[in-house]
């Protein structure tokens, strides 16, 4: 922890508030927040944060509780919705590049079924609305599946004798999951929605592969800064935002998701 994640961190934090002389400064956090792209790319991370990250959340419970419920055919659909967690997230935008692209999947169908003469330009910085679209669904493909994992493993651990003892006093289904399900699924839902909330905010393969800088973003402006306008300082003042961002939701989740010691004995 220390050679990976301290030290690189306390180098990003002393080149953030250094000039390019190495003397103190803040003219680094200065050309950042002055930097036309900067409040653009702020925006669409936190939009791209706030969407995608429920979204999962709330696909990978479904997903995990129908893996739970012993239905034919769930022991297929855990592999088929396991595939994401093998592929990078680049050949993920560049599976979704194929499917959006102008001469792609989406749009061969809707000029073969005669719904459009030439397609649309999803891709295209004419429409960023579709762009952005585009970004968050393969996000969400890309990584719905780890926070299953984590909810499915939550679900696991869960003793079967508490639902069948809620379903004798009366509870239907909704109820149990209500009151028995979600309530002992706190902590590992509490641990998904850290490990997502802190990846989206790092979000950048996926928008290069689908947008280039036609969507900016945060991680794709520290990388700009860094290989394009060889600049370490304003790239390191980029990387410092983005783990403050981290750090913030970090502890608010675990505030907000924060397990009593009665809950953890009854997990």
Do not use: C, K
């Not at 997502?196 to 800088?213: C, M, N, S, Y």
């Amino acid at each position: 922890m220390v050679v990976f994640f301290a030290w690189p961190m306390l180098q990003s934090l002393i080149l953030a508030v250094q000039d390019s002389q190495g003397t103190w400064s803040l003219s680094p956090i200065q050309r950042m927040t002055g930097d036309i792209q900067f409040w653009e790319a702020f925006r669409n991370t936190v939009l791209l944060a706030v969407i995608v990250v429920p979204a999962q959340a709330i696909l990978a419970i479904a997903m995990a509780l129908l893996l739970m419920s012993g239905l034919r055919g769930t022991g297929a659909l855990l592999y088929i919705w396991a595939i994401p967690l093998a592929i990078s997230d680049l050949a993920a935008g560049v599976v979704w590049l194929s499917i959006f692209t102008d001469r792609g999947y989406v749009n061969s169908l809707l000029v073969s079924t005669g719904l459009s003469e030439s397609g649309f330009a999803f891709l295209s910085y004419e429409h960023p609305v579709s762009l952005f679209l585009a970004v968050a669904l393969a996000e969400t493909w890309r990584a719905t599946s780890l926070v299953m994992v984590i909810v499915l493993a939550g679900l696991q651990m869960i003793p079967r004798d508490l639902g069948e003892a809620a379903e004798v006093f009366g509870a239907d289904s909704w109820q149990r999951l209500r009151f028995v399900t979600l309530p002992l699924l706190r902590s590992s839902i509490q641990v998904a929605l850290i490990i997502r909330t802190i990846l989206a905010f790092q979000v950048f393969a996926v928008v290069v592969a689908l947008a280039g800088r036609n969507l900016p973003v945060l991680a794709g402006e520290a990388y700009n800064w860094q290989s394009g306008y060889r600049d370490s300082s304003v790239a390191a003042a980029y990387a410092l935002l983005i783990m403050l961002f981290s750090l913030i939701n970090t502890g608010f989740y675990l505030r907000a998701l924060r397990i009593r010691d009665e809950q953890v004995g009854l997990a």
